[in-house]
């Protein structure tokens, strides 16, 4: 009997090894893949859900002779995203009659910029008047490797003649709210 089943297991495979030998099979693949848009920091964190407090934010001197001086432009965000996704920015700015601005797109080959008032609390009940300008440069996508580049960067400035703002320190919030799809 083993020797039976050991002829019979000897034939068939010298039988498939025949058939294969004589023939050729194909495997075609069609590969589907989705690419989703995505925006992170230049940290590869993912933006969606991200909230950050800048802390640090250079400070200004005022005084209603000469205003602000001009202020000091500074670097508030940076990210990457995937080629071609679209963007938009609101910002709410804090302090009553300041202008917040509803969410309006913005482009990976255009500078845009972001301009309003707000008004600062501090000592006593007048408000001190600043302006701020939020600047989104890009830097487009160059290939398959390389992502759309943002960098926003924001500039206060005061107008002088302020004289009914009394001394003391001023602060207020400007927060902006970067989507993305």
Do not use: H
Request: hydrophobic letters at 40%.
């Amino acid at each position: 009997m083993k020797k039976l089943l050991l002829m019979m297991a000897a034939l068939n495979l010298g039988a498939s090894t025949a058939l294969a030998a004589g023939q050729s099979a194909s495997v075609t693949l069609s590969p589907t893949v989705t690419v989703s848009n995505v925006c992170a920091t230049t940290g590869n964190l993912n933006l969606d859900g991200f909230n950050d407090t800048i802390l640090t934010y250079p400070t200004m001197d005022y005084n209603a002779l000469d205003g602000d001086g001009g202020g000091t432009e500074t670097p508030v965000v940076e990210f990457w995203c995937t080629a071609g996704t679209a963007l938009s920015m609101a910002i709410a700015a804090s302090g009553p009659n300041s202008d917040s601005q509803t969410a309006q797109s913005f482009s990976n080959s255009v500078t845009t910029a972001y301009t309003g008032d707000i008004f600062l609390n501090g000592t006593g009940s007048n408000l001190l008047k600043a302006k701020y300008r939020v600047t989104i440069n890009p830097n487009a996508s160059s290939g398959v490797n390389s992502a759309d580049k943002y960098k926003g960067k924001v500039k206060f400035t005061a107008p002088d003649g302020q004289w009914g703002v009394p001394a003391g320190v001023y602060s207020g919030t400007l927060a902006m709210t970067i989507s993305y799809n």
